[in-house]
C-alpha cells in the first residue's frame, strides 16, 4: 500500500485580508501570521517563534505516486516550492511533525533542516524514527508544552473513516496523526487541524479551545476502493468547522500539490461561494500569507 510507501521513505508573498486579519503594512510590526508553502506545509509566526508544520520540501516530481490512490500514476509533489527550500527553513525555530507520512516528512526535509532544530512528534515511535534520521531535539508532545512563548496542545483525530481503520493493512498504513493548538498572550488561538476526517476528537478540540484561526486539510485525499471516503476533510467539513467555530478564520491547505488529493483550491472556492461564507474561509496560493 502507498502509506508504506510514505512511512520507510520518508518574498514574502502576498498578505491577505481575511475576516479579522489585516495586511501587513510597515506601519505595524505582524506578530501572527500563516504561510502557506505548499500542500500541508505552513509557516506560523506566532509572537517572536515560528514554527514550521509537515515540511515536504522536495523538488517536483521528486517521488513516484502513493500506490493504491487516486491518480498515482503521477509523480509528487506535483507543483514546485514557491521559494527556495532555504528560505522555507530559513527563521525557523521549531519544527512540527505531525505523523510522519512522506507528504508531510520527507527526504528533502531530513536532508536540508538543521540537525539541532527542536522539533516536536506526536508519539515516541514517530519521536525515535526522526532521532535515528540524526535528530537530536526531538520531543514528544504529550498533553501540551510550551516553546519560545507558544503553548502547544495537542489534539486528537483520525486519518481515515472507521470503515478505513477496519481493515487492518490500511489502519497500519494510516497510523496515527495529531493536530495542535497554539496559544499565547495577546494571540488569536490558532488550531492546526491535522490529517483527521471530522470526528469527535475534532470537535471537542473546537467546542474547548474556540479558535479564532482554524488551519484545515481539505484536499479530500482517496485510497483506491474507497471512492467517497476520503482520509482527510474535504468541502463539506470546511462548511462543517465554519458552522462550529462561526467567527474563526479558516485557512484551507493541503491541495494541489500531491497526486491523491481529488479537491482542489478552485472548487472548493467555488463551493465557499455557493455556501456564502467567503469572508470566514480562504485557500491561500502557495507562498501567500494570512496575517493578523
Known sequence: MFFKTLASSLTLATALTAGSAFAASGAQEVTHQVQQIRNATVKITYGDTTFLIDP????????????????????????????SAEEVIEGTDAVIVTHTHLDHWDDAAQALLPKNIPLFAQNAADAELIRSQGFSDVRVLEG??????????????????????????????????????FEAPGKKTTYVVGDSVWRDEVERALAQYNPQVVVLNTGAAEVTGFEGDPIIMG???????????????????????????????DELNDYVREEGIEDHVFAPADGEVVSF
Open 144 to 181: 501540551s508544552a510550551e516553546f519560545g512563548g507558544v503553548q502547544l496542545h495537542k489534539t486528537g483525530g483520525q486519518h481515515g473513516s472507521d470503515t478505513l481503520y477496519a481493515v487492518p493493512e490500511l489502519a497500519q498504513s494510516l497510523g496515527e496523526v495529531m493536530g495542535v493548538v
Open 235 to 265: 468541502k463539506e467539513d470546511t462548511l462543517r468547522t465554519y458552522r462550529a467555530v462561526p467567527d474563526a478564520t479558516i485557512i484551507a491547505v493541503h491541495m494541489d500539490a500531491v497526486n491523491h488529493m481529488t479537491l482542489s483550491r
Open 56 to 83: 515536504m520540501l522536495a523538488e517536483q516530481g521528486a517521488y513516484p505516486g502513493f500506490e493504491g490512490t487516486y491518480r498515482s500514476e503521477l509523480r509528487n509533489p506535483l507543483v514546485g516550492l514557491p521559494m
